[in-house]
Structure formats: structure tokens, C-alpha cells
Nanobody, 122 residues
């Protein structure tokens, strides 16, 4: 069982930056690949970024590539999402999730956090 708690969301102007954090409980964090997803009202949850268990491999949605960076600190049981050059279309609730392997599909993730709101004003 893994419990995930996101933090770091908020309101930022377009062009600004935010860093999301996701703290995981338990001593098995390094056994899980981690992903970030986002969702807006009326839309399906979409893949943003994922990172392998060791942190050696990362994956990004085309819409965030070059602007967002996913990283993890297994000693701190935490995964991060650094978001730069934010756009109004990045506004969403952001969720972190844990899986046995890094994929883009929500169906492959077993554990989810409660989400954190990111709002980007024009």
C-alpha cells in the first residue's frame, strides 16, 4: 500500500513557474515508477510525465516537453514536477500516481494522490 500526497499547487501568471511535490508513505517508494497526470472539468485525466523507479528514464507528453521536468528523490520518498513557462492551458488538477512501471496510461497506475490545483492566469 502506498499513500501519496501532492503539494505545491497554486495560482501563477502565464510564463511563471511552480514546483509540485508528491510525498509517498512507506518504505517501498523506490519499487514504483511514478507519474504525473492532470485533469480539467469534463475531460479525461491526461498523462503529463513519468519517471522510472531509479529515475534514469523520464517520459513527457508533447504538450509539456521542454517546459516541465519530472524528478525523484528516493531517499525522501518524493517525486517532483518542475513546471516552467506555464500557459493558461496548463490549468488543471494535477495528480501523482504510482505504478510498477512507467507508462502513459492511467489504467497502469495502482495508487493515486488526492490532487493539487494549478491555475495559470493569462
Amino acid at each position: 500500500q502506498v499513500q501519496l500526497v501532492e503539494s505545491g499547487g497554486g495560482l501563477v501568471q502565464a510564463g511563471g513557474s511552480l514546483r509540485l511535490s508528491c510525498a509517498a508513505s512507506g518504505r517501498t517508494f523506490s519499487r514504483y515508477a511514478m507519474g504525473w497526470f492532470r485533469q480539467t472539468p469534463g475531460k479525461e485525466r491526461e498523462f503529463v510525465a513519468a519517471i522510472s523507479r531509479s529515475g534514469g528514464s523520464t517520459y513527457y507528453a508533447d504538450s509539456v516537453k521542454g517546459r516541465f521536468t519530472i524528478s525523484r528523490d528516493n531517499a525522501k520518498n518524493t517525486v517532483y514536477l518542475q513546471m516552467n513557462s506555464l500557459k493558461p492551458e496548463d490549468t488543471a488538477v494535477y495528480y501523482c500516481a504510482a505504478s510498477t512501471h512507467a507508462t502513459v496510461s492511467t489504467l497502469d497506475y495502482d495508487y493515486w494522490g488526492q490532487g493539487t490545483q494549478v491555475t495559470v492566469s493569462p
